[in-house]
Structures are given as structure tokens and as C-alpha cells.
């Protein structure tokens, strides 16, 4: 009975989390609509302030970017070298790519968590989504299911390091014209990798 509530709860927390991922980007969408471009705001203020005054001949010139010698730069590539001996680098998606207005981002939701005990979110599109709302979550490299990568190792905002969640599962396949990536949150604690990799795959086919 515990194990089950303490399953149902996490499920619950993720659920939020999931939602609140799309509802964050819609939000931000209407907040950039509404807000006034910075072409805009300097019109506007140029009209309305006067002429600026000529610059004090007196003022400091900007600083100049002063060039390393050699042996400062080995120094810097060894810092470099050392610190990627010495910290864990993470290899996939958490750096957002560029996004293009022009390939919108097809979403499709089978099942139910609320009601069956599962869910399964499947978003693809004709560009590269790495670093997209849910894969900012993404804390590994993953596994390779299939064509697919898989992984339940994440850092949501609420996480200081990053943790394995046994209710949720992403998936994902990238390239630089086509992606696809599953979001699947399961109840008992047993989301399908393979059932993940195969909804890639047939999603992958439909954008070729």
C-alpha cells in the first residue's frame, strides 16, 4: 500500500510537471506578443526625447581585448584538459538548438495516467528539438533502444543533482531536418522502452 501511494504520488508530480512544460511556452508566447519590440521602444523614445549631447571627449575609451601569450594559453588548454578528466559531461539534449517558426511541432497523447495508469506523449517535427521543453530535463546520454535513445535520468528544476525517476521515461530520436522524442509516464513504475522506440520509428517514417 505504501510503495502504491508513494508510485501514484510521484506520478502526480510529474504529470504537473509535463503540463506545466506546455503551459510555460504558451505563456511565454503571448508575453513576446505583447511585449514591444526594441525597434518599436527606440522609436518611440527618440521621438519623444531630445537630440543627445555630444560625447565628453574626456571619457574613457572601451577596454581592449588584450591577447594571450603562449605559454598563458597552454595554461588555459590544461585547465580545460583537467577539468574535463575531472567533472561528468552530458552529451545530449539540454542545450537548445535554434528554432524556427516555420516547423511547428506536431503533439500527440495516448492513454491516460489519471484514469489507465499510463500516458504517452509523442511530439515530432522537421527540425532539430534538442534541448526542447521536456528534453531540458534530460541529465544522460541514454541507451540505445532501437534507432532511439532512452534514458529515466533527470534534473527537474526542483532537483539539485540529477535523479532517476522510475515513473517517467523520454526517448528520442534527432537529426538536423527531423526529430521525434516520447514522454511516458507510467504509474506502476514500468514504462516501455520499446513501445517508446517503435512510436519513434513510425512517427520518423512520416516525416521522411
Known sequence: MGNTYRRVVAGAVLLSAVAACGSTDDTQSQQAKATPTAEQSAAAQSSASPAPEPADPTSPAPSKTVALTADEKKRVEAARENGKKNSTEITHPLTAAAQSPDAPVNAKTYGSARKEGREIHVYSARRDLTGYRELRWVAAAGKKVGNANCTQTFKLANDK??????????????????SVYTVSVDLDGKPSKKQSARMIDAEWRKLS
Open 161 to 178: 543533482t540529477p535523479k532517476v525517476k522510475p515513473n517517467l521515461l523520454i526517448c528520442w530520436r534527432m537529426s538536423a531536418d527531423r
